[in-house]
């Protein structure tokens, strides 16, 4: 019998190693495919879209808001996997009602690197788990070298379209823009805070408007439109899964980030 505390304080026990998981977080099930977990994943959710594969070999029980219960019994899941953000409190209740649940909670690099570290106790898959924080820890500190003669830059990231909504402080998002060296314009506000176009100027000039794939999927004719009342600040399209996606993507990330830079 084995016990492991969760990152919402939630300890949990387990009598052996978890053999048939549900995934309903995205990025989560990508770094669990990572870890070499695909034979136990039993169900995941329509936008888990990593590896491509498991839209035809999973089971899709949902989405990461909304999921179908009486499919996640019939898989007769050992645990189920879900996050803080990306899921909510009244799924995770339900949930429970059915198999243990564990709750990731990301806003730092070493949130992330812990849930790495606590999957691989979990699932007995500790080797997996810390090749993989080495090579994150290998490329994180050779893009802070290559970060650091980048100048500051003042930006805004985006992230949905009427309201407007824009990632502030306390996330993986301004965890990352952080580390690219850009100062969030918003990193005053918590989470995600509805904006005005019309008042963005009272914070100070932009230099960079970042708009994200995803959750909505901004095109090139928004960035006029917000531009206009930022004093013409530059609008680009970023891929919103290397900003917001942790886990194994991260690594992925970090040569996305050194080719955007190269880009600007």
């Not at 053999?19 to 995941?44: A, H, W």
């Not at 029980?61 to 899921?87: A, M, Q, W």
């Not at 932009?206 to 530059?234: M, V, W």
Request: one cysteine or more; proline letters at 4%.
């Amino acid at each position: 019998m084995k016990q492991f505390t969760d990152q919402i304080g939630i300890t949990h026990t387990f009598n052996s190693s978890p053999k048939r998981i549900v995934s309903l977080v995205p990025s989560q099930t990508e770094l669990l495919y990572d870890l070499g977990l695909e034979n136990s994943i039993v169900g995941i959710t329509k936008f888990c879209v990593h590896p491509y594969h498991f839209k035809s070999t999973k089971k899709i029980v949902g989405g990461t808001k909304n999921v179908h219960y009486d499919k996640i019994r019939l898989l007769e899941p050992d645990i189920v996997i879900c996050n803080k953000e990306e899921n909510t409190q009244e799924m995770v209740d339900e949930l429970r009602k059915i198999c243990p649940v564990w709750v990731t909670n990301i806003a730092t690099l070493d949130d992330n690197c812990q849930m790495i570290t606590d999957f691989g106790r979990i699932f007995d898959k500790r080797t997996e788990a810390r090749k993989w924080n080495d090579k994150l820890t290998f490329a994180l500190s050779d893009f802070k070298n290559f970060i650091k003669e980048i100048p500051v830059r003042r930006v805004a990231y985006f992230i949905w379209k009427n309201p407007y909504m824009v990632a502030g402080s306390g996330t993986f998002i301004d965890e990352l823009l952080k580390l690219n060296r850009f100062q969030n314009h918003f990193a005053t506000k918590e989470r995600y805070p509805e904006i005005e176009l019309n008042k963005i100027e009272e914070v100070g000039d932009l230099d960079l408007i970042l708009l994200s794939s995803e959750p909505f999927p901004f095109k090139a004719e928004d960035g006029y439109e917000i531009a206009k009342a930022t004093h013409n600040a530059q609008a680009i399209l970023v891929d919103g899964e290397m900003f917001s996606w942790h886990g194994s993507r991260l690594l992925k990330a970090l040569d996305y980030f050194k080719y955007l830079h190269s880009s600007i």
